[in-house]
């Protein structure tokens, strides 16, 4: 994989240094990232990067599955950047910008040619704001690649997850976009025996002939 980095907003709430900062610390330890990979939590509140990092620490230490170890830690701590900005804020994305640029000049990228991931871990009204703010940046393309995660929840109806499709889909290219929702199928799984029973091309095949049996797997503990 080369040389990516990650940008998580949202990055002072509970998701990141609950689960995806212990996660990132988890595939550093078992040699599943490039050594030079870079990581930039991007919230509001003002701070240093040694604030930020000692925040991820303390979430890494709680909740990492393996348990941590300072050295490892020290090693990914290095990587570890922290940008603050309003949502709304375009110098917010331009410095945004300025920083990946800089952090790409460091590991000998051109300016505009490294691969950016952004993960938007931040409460649902933020999401469309971001995207705009992104696009107007000129960050969701790059000479390398740009990709963008959006964490659950994805609307909350039909309606407002095709509306939000749509503007993300107005800024990134669907080959560019990771989309995240814990619950999509929690009513399907809730009403199984209906959905089988109802629907004319399970019905003949969702039986003991062709199934041995079934999983259900709850993989977090989180609401």
């Known amino acids: 994989m080369p040389s990516p980095s990650i940008v998580i907003f949202g990055a002072s709430g509970d998701l990141t240094q609950r689960k995806l900062v212990p996660a990132?610390?988890?595939?550093?330890?078992?040699?599943?990232?490039p050594p030079d990979f870079r990581l930039i939590g991007?919230?509001?509140?003002?701070?240093?990067d040694d604030d930020f990092r000692a925040e991820m620490r303390a979430g890494v230490a709680q909740h990492s599955r393996q348990p941590l170890d300072e050295t490892s830690w020290q090693n990914f701590a290095a990587v570890v950047r922290y940008h603050a900005a309003?949502?709304?804020?375009p110098a917010g994305y331009e410095g945004?910008?300025?920083?990946?640029?800089?952090l790409d000049g460091e590991r000998g990228i051109e300016p505009g040619a490294g691969q950016r991931l952004f993960y938007l871990a931040t409460p649902p009204e933020v999401y469309?704001?971001?995207?705009t703010q992104l696009g107007a940046a000129r960050l969701h393309t790059s000479d390398g690649w740009a990709r963008i995660i959006i964490e659950k929840p994805f609307g909350h109806d039909?309606?407002?997850?095709?509306?939000?499709?749509?503007?993300?889909l107005g800024v990134f290219q669907e080959r560019q976009v990771y989309r995240i929702d814990h619950?999509?199928?929690k009513e399907t799984v809730q009403n199984i025996l209906a959905?089988?029973?109802?629907?004319s091309i399970f019905e003949p095949l969702w039986n003991r002939r062709y199934i041995e049996h079934v999983q259900i797997l709850v993989a977090s503990s989180s609401a």
């Open 24 to 33: 990132l610390y988890n595939l550093w330890r078992d040699g599943l990232l």
């Open 96 to 102: 945004l910008r300025g920083l990946l640029d800089t």
């Open 195 to 199: 959905f089988r029973l109802g629907n």
């Open 158 to 168: 039909l309606a407002s997850a095709r509306a939000l499709n749509a503007h993300v």
């Open 183 to 185: 619950y999509l199928g």
């Open 42 to 48: 991007f919230a509001r509140r003002a701070k240093s």
């Open 86 to 89: 309003d949502y709304d804020d």
């Open 128 to 131: 469309p704001r971001a995207v």
